[in-house]
């Protein structure tokens, strides 16, 4: 017997509520709704749109009308789930559980619909979390006949539930296990390697069918296991409004880059911004296409083409950092770029204080991850601190998800060692923290000698 389903209605990631204060919401997931969902002994499901850039929407419908239990947090006034909690209380009188943080103010009163409070710290984690977890679990286990919660059932005497097809149902559990046992396929597979991926690909049948959240977890773990060329693949193979998603074609786009195709992966990310407008994502992977070309010309010795793929990087780096400053990413890169023109690009040391205070805004709010410490490191490298890189690489390595991410950071410093070589600076000490990261460990100091190396900087 399948597991009764509970969908999960929600925003992602870390924003500010109404009352200024930053939520961590998949902290707030991760530690408070999924743990109560499981131990209520149903199938947690939270919906897919942002991953797939919005437009994953008859899933969403099928289970905010066909999921047995769903929870809504209220948190922040969020559009979408408003949007989505008004379908489910307008389909279903009852199994709707409410939450939201504690002093949140909201548009209307929630009171009445008898939300469950859950407490955060300042940086926006759950505290508190098994009494909500508690609280939470109460409200799932109410028995096979819960009372109505849906205002609209409440107030509106003639309104009926709508009575859904038996086999409608049935296929949509069936079908949401299904997708369940292959995200945990995947994750195995992304751990054995590129062949494995492809025989849960293989098993999937006609992608252009195939449910768009699957497709997506497909193509990322393609990512994950640097099949690049197998990602470009794949999206010859989805249909055409998951193809044309933005996070698709920025993927596209940076695989086509992995491949060294590098022209096509610039006229796909342009094409986006054109299409769909600019944002500090997409002008963050194209720049890294531009930088790409630029680092082929220095190995092709063509010295005038170089210098005009390093500004279109710069420039591209420097968009995406200006349209986002809380997007650290593009300014480091920036700035690392601005270092290494020759002259030195004036704009590179204006915006470092800005990607310095970015990253620690970012850091304090929420778990710093790998591209945290990386950019870290990279400042480090970029003012010369042995001490605060070598902390910031040990860190950083305790994080790393996938070995491109290492070899991303590894490449960058690198470019910084070369470019201070060819100046006459003796910079070993860099080359000891680039193979640290090539082969995922700490910096040996007994083999590089980084200790002499201190007396040099």
């Known amino acids: 017997m399948s597991k009764p389903l509970c969908f999960v209605i929600m925003p992602f990631g870390t924003k500010v509520d109404t009352a200024g204060m930053s939520i961590q919401f998949d902290r707030i997931y991760r530690e408070i709704v999924e743990p109560a969902i499981t131990a209520a002994g149903m199938l947690p499901l939270r919906p897919d749109e942002e991953m797939a850039g919005g437009v994953i929407q008859k899933p969403s419908f099928e289970r905010l009308m066909l999921c047995d239990y769903a929870i809504a947090d209220l948190t922040g006034a969020d559009a979408s789930v408003y949007y989505e909690l008004g379908i489910r209380h307008a389909i279903r009188p009852a199994t709707t559980v409410l939450m ?36 939470l679990l ?11 919660d849906s205002p609209l059932f409440q107030l509106v005497q003639w309104m009926q539930p709508a009575s859904l097809p038996r ?25 054995a390697g590129v062949e494995a991926v492809r025989e849960v690909e293989r098993e999937l049948g006609d992608i252009a069918e195939a449910d768009a959240a699957i497709v997506i977890d497909l193509f990322l773990s393609y990512r994950a296991v640097s099949g690049y060329s197998e ?52 002008y963050g992977i194209l720049g890294r296409v531009y930088k790409d070309q630029w680092t ?28 986002d400053p809380r997007d650290a990413y593009p300014g480091i890169n920036a700035a690392t770029l601005c270092a290494l023109r020759d002259p030195p690009d004036p704009r590179g040391k204006q915006i470092l204080p800005v990607v310095r205070f970015a990253l620690r805004r970012r850091m304090s709010v929420g778990r710093p991850d790998y591209w945290d410490h990386a950019t870290l490191l990279e400042l480090a490298v970029l003012d010369s601190d042995l001490s605060a890189a070598n902390t910031a690489l040990d860190s950083a390595l305790a994080v790393v998800r996938e070995p491109w991410q290492a070899e991303t950071t590894a490449n960058n410093i690198r470019m910084i060692r070369n470019a ?17 990261l090539t082969r995922g460990g700490s910096p040996d100091e007994s083999r590089f000698g980084l200790a002499p190396f201190a007396a040099l900087l």
């Open 296 to 323: 082929d010309a220095l190995k092709s010795d063509d010295t005038f083409l170089a210098r005009g793929h390093l500004d279109k990087a710069i420039d591209a780096y420097m968009r995406g950092f200006e349209i």
């Open 231 to 282: 990602m470009i693949e794949l999206v010859s193979k989805m249909s055409r409004l998951l193809a044309e998603t933005i996070l698709v074609q920025e993927q596209l786009g940076l695989a086509l880059n992995r491949v060294r195709k590098r022209d096509e992966a610039a006229n796909v990310l342009l094409a986006l911004i054109r299409r769909r407008g600019p944002s500090s994502e997409t």
């Open 100 to 135: 939201q943080v504690e002093n949140c103010r909201l548009p209307f009163d929630v009171a009445p619909l008898r939300p469950v409070f859950y407490k955060v710290e300042p940086a926006g984690g759950p505290v508190d979390v098994l009494r909500t977890i508690g609280a």
């Open 167 to 191: 086999e409608q149902v049935d296929l949509f559990h069936d079908l949401a296990q299904h997708a369940a046992d292959v995200r945990a396929r995947l994750s195995g597979a992304r751990q």
């Open 420 to 436: 201070r070589e060819r100046s006459g600076q003796d910079q070993q000490w860099i080359l000891a923290l680039e193979s640290a």
């Open 138 to 148: 109460r409200r799932l286990r109410v028995g096979s006949q819960p009372e109505w």
